[in-house]
């Protein structure tokens, strides 16, 4: 399994604010925090730090347009369902069938219904 070289909230970063939401590690982890303010400081001086957030950002984007692109085509739960077992094929069924229906914003007796018409689809 790859590792996941960030994770955060763009947007809390950008505007300085607190998080909209919460992350649960599903698997073991290891986290860092990097107070902004020094990090900030920091950077001004030390062009590899620099780098490292322009690749931060370079990558979100990248991925935020992935998923407009994505959801502007389709936006039915079984596609994004499908898409969300392509992105993370990793991870995806370590994380708990409740969680998964909340992010797709059905309850878990629609995403069960769901996985196992999709599984008798496949054969």
């Known amino acids: 399994m790859g590792e996941l070289t960030h994770l955060d909230s763009l947007d809390c970063l950008i505007n300085n604010k607190v998080s909209t939401y919460s992350i649960e590690s599903v698997t073991d982890s290891k986290i ?31 991925k ?35 969680q998964l229906a909340s992010y797709l914003g059905i309850t878990e007796v629609s995403f069960c219904r769901l996985k196992k018409r999709l599984l008798k689809t496949k054969v």
């Open 32 to 62: 860092y925090f990097i107070d902004y303010i020094e990090f900030s400081k920091k950077k001004k001086t030390n062009t590899n730090l620099l780098n490292f957030e322009l690749e931060i950002y370079k990558n979100e984007l990248y």
């Open 64 to 98: 935020k347009m992935q998923r407009t692109i994505f959801n502007s085509k389709s936006n039915s739960i079984e596609d994004l369902y499908i898409n969300l077992t392509n992105e993370y094929k990793d991870l995806y069924h370590l994380i708990p069938s409740k």
